[in-house]
C-alpha cells in the first residue's frame, strides 16, 4: 500500500511541476513592414522546405515499392 502511495506522490509532482506562466505578448503593430516581393520569398521558402521533400518522396513511391 506504501507503494501506492509513493507513486501518487510523485504523479502529483511531476503534475505541479508542469505549470507554464503565460507568455508576455504585445498588441504593437509590426516595426518593420514587409514588402511584397519579401512576402513572395518568404512564403516560396516556406513551401518549398514543407512541400518539397513530400513531392519527392510521393513522385518515387513506386520505386520505394519495388525495391521492398
Known amino acids: 500500500m506504501s507503494g501506492i502511495r509513493g507513486s501518487v506522490n510523485l504523479l502529483r509532482v511531476a503534475a505541479r511541476s508542469q505549470i507554464v506562466s503565460k507568455a508576455n505578448l504585445s498588441h504593437k503593430p509590426a516595426k518593420h513592414h514587409l514588402s511584397v516581393g ?3 520569398i518568404a512564403m516560396t521558402a ?3 522546405t514543407i512541400l518539397g521533400p513530400s513531392g519527392y518522396v510521393l513522385a ?3 520505386d520505394y ?3 521492398s
Open 60 to 62: 518515387h513511391l513506386e
Open 38 to 40: 519579401e512576402q513572395a
Open 65 to 67: 515499392k519495388h525495391h
Open 46 to 48: 516556406f513551401f518549398v
